[in-house]
Nanobody
Framework: QVQLVESGGGLIQPGGSLRLSCTAS????????MAWYRQVPGKQREFVAQIIWRGGNTYYSDSVKGRFTISRDNAKSTVYLQSNALKPEDTAVYFCNGQIRPSYDRMVASDYWGQGTQVTVSS
Protein backbone atom coordinates (compact mmCIF):
# COMPACT_ATOMS: atom_id res chain seq x y z
CA GLN A 1 0.00 0.00 0.00
CA VAL A 2 1.17 3.51 -0.82
CA GLN A 3 1.44 5.78 2.19
CA LEU A 4 1.98 9.51 2.61
CA VAL A 5 3.22 10.89 5.89
CA GLU A 6 3.33 14.62 6.69
CA SER A 7 5.42 16.36 9.29
CA GLY A 8 6.46 19.85 10.29
CA GLY A 9 3.27 21.41 11.57
CA GLY A 10 2.88 23.25 14.82
CA LEU A 11 2.30 26.63 16.40
CA ILE A 12 3.97 29.44 14.47
CA GLN A 13 3.85 33.19 14.96
CA PRO A 14 2.62 35.47 12.18
CA GLY A 15 5.48 36.19 9.83
CA GLY A 16 7.19 33.06 10.98
CA SER A 17 8.56 30.19 8.97
CA LEU A 18 6.88 26.98 7.95
CA ARG A 19 8.38 23.91 6.38
CA LEU A 20 6.11 20.95 5.88
CA SER A 21 7.35 17.66 4.56
CA CYS A 22 5.49 14.76 3.03
CA THR A 23 7.18 11.51 2.19
CA ALA A 24 5.68 8.83 -0.01
CA SER A 25 6.50 5.22 0.65
CA UNK A 26 5.29 1.75 -0.15
CA UNK A 27 4.59 0.02 -3.44
CA UNK A 28 5.30 2.98 -5.70
CA UNK A 29 6.01 2.70 -9.38
CA UNK A 30 6.18 6.43 -10.04
CA UNK A 31 4.88 9.74 -8.76
CA UNK A 32 2.86 11.83 -11.18
CA UNK A 33 2.02 14.84 -9.02
CA MET A 34 2.10 15.82 -5.39
CA ALA A 35 0.16 18.62 -3.82
CA TRP A 36 -0.83 20.31 -0.62
CA TYR A 37 -4.36 21.01 0.50
CA ARG A 38 -5.65 22.55 3.68
CA GLN A 39 -8.87 22.44 5.60
CA VAL A 40 -10.45 24.57 8.30
CA PRO A 41 -13.11 22.98 10.52
CA GLY A 42 -16.54 23.43 8.99
CA LYS A 43 -15.20 24.21 5.54
CA GLN A 44 -14.26 22.23 2.48
CA ARG A 45 -10.73 21.19 1.80
CA GLU A 46 -9.01 23.68 -0.47
CA PHE A 47 -6.11 23.46 -2.86
CA VAL A 48 -2.85 25.13 -1.86
CA ALA A 49 -0.08 24.09 -4.21
CA GLN A 50 0.91 21.36 -6.63
CA ILE A 51 4.09 20.16 -8.23
CA ILE A 52 4.32 18.00 -11.33
CA TRP A 53 6.93 15.44 -10.49
CA ARG A 54 8.41 15.07 -13.92
CA GLY A 55 9.71 18.50 -14.81
CA GLY A 56 8.89 20.21 -11.53
CA ASN A 57 6.25 22.66 -12.75
CA THR A 58 4.43 24.27 -9.85
CA TYR A 59 0.98 25.71 -9.33
CA TYR A 60 -0.42 27.77 -6.48
CA SER A 61 -3.73 29.00 -5.24
CA ASP A 62 -4.18 32.76 -5.35
CA SER A 63 -4.30 32.91 -1.57
CA VAL A 64 -0.73 31.63 -1.16
CA LYS A 65 0.96 32.63 -4.40
CA GLY A 66 4.05 34.66 -3.64
CA ARG A 67 4.14 33.52 -0.02
CA PHE A 68 4.42 29.73 -0.27
CA THR A 69 6.83 27.54 -2.16
CA ILE A 70 6.33 23.91 -3.08
CA SER A 71 9.34 21.81 -3.96
CA ARG A 72 10.38 18.20 -4.24
CA ASP A 73 13.25 15.89 -3.52
CA ASN A 74 13.00 13.14 -6.08
CA ALA A 75 15.55 10.90 -4.39
CA LYS A 76 13.56 10.98 -1.16
CA SER A 77 10.07 10.89 -2.73
CA THR A 78 9.35 13.93 -0.61
CA VAL A 79 7.41 17.12 -1.27
CA TYR A 80 7.86 20.26 0.80
CA LEU A 81 5.77 23.31 1.48
CA GLN A 82 7.47 26.32 2.95
CA SER A 83 6.73 29.90 3.78
CA ASN A 84 8.44 32.75 5.57
CA ALA A 85 5.36 34.94 5.57
CA LEU A 86 2.66 33.10 7.42
CA LYS A 87 -0.61 34.79 8.25
CA PRO A 88 -3.25 33.81 10.81
CA GLU A 89 -5.56 32.88 7.95
CA ASP A 90 -3.10 30.15 7.00
CA THR A 91 -4.19 28.24 10.08
CA ALA A 92 -5.55 24.88 8.98
CA VAL A 93 -4.89 21.20 8.82
CA TYR A 94 -2.57 20.66 5.89
CA PHE A 95 -2.90 17.48 3.87
CA CYS A 96 -0.47 15.98 1.43
CA ASN A 97 -1.91 14.54 -1.76
CA GLY A 98 -0.22 12.30 -4.27
CA GLN A 99 -1.17 11.12 -7.72
CA ILE A 100 0.85 7.93 -7.73
CA ARG A 101 1.15 4.88 -9.91
CA PRO A 102 1.38 1.85 -7.64
CA SER A 103 3.67 -1.03 -8.45
CA TYR A 104 0.77 -3.47 -8.57
CA ASP A 105 -1.08 -1.42 -11.21
CA ARG A 106 1.52 0.83 -12.75
CA MET A 107 -0.66 1.99 -15.64
CA VAL A 108 -3.18 3.77 -13.43
CA ALA A 109 -2.52 6.68 -11.11
CA SER A 110 -4.58 6.94 -7.95
CA ASP A 111 -5.05 9.61 -5.31
CA TYR A 112 -3.44 9.10 -1.94
CA TRP A 113 -3.71 11.29 1.12
CA GLY A 114 -1.65 11.84 4.20
CA GLN A 115 -3.10 12.00 7.68
CA GLY A 116 -2.81 15.77 7.92
CA THR A 117 -0.71 18.04 10.08
CA GLN A 118 -2.01 20.99 12.08
CA VAL A 119 -0.58 24.41 11.35
CA THR A 120 -1.62 27.16 13.73
CA VAL A 121 -0.48 30.71 13.05
CA SER A 122 -1.07 32.85 16.09
CA SER A 123 0.63 35.33 18.37
Amino acid sequence: QVQLVESGGGLIQPGGSLRLSCTASGAISSIVTMAWYRQVPGKQREFVAQIIWRGGNTYYSDSVKGRFTISRDNAKSTVYLQSNALKPEDTAVYFCNGQIRPSYDRMVASDYWGQGTQVTVSS
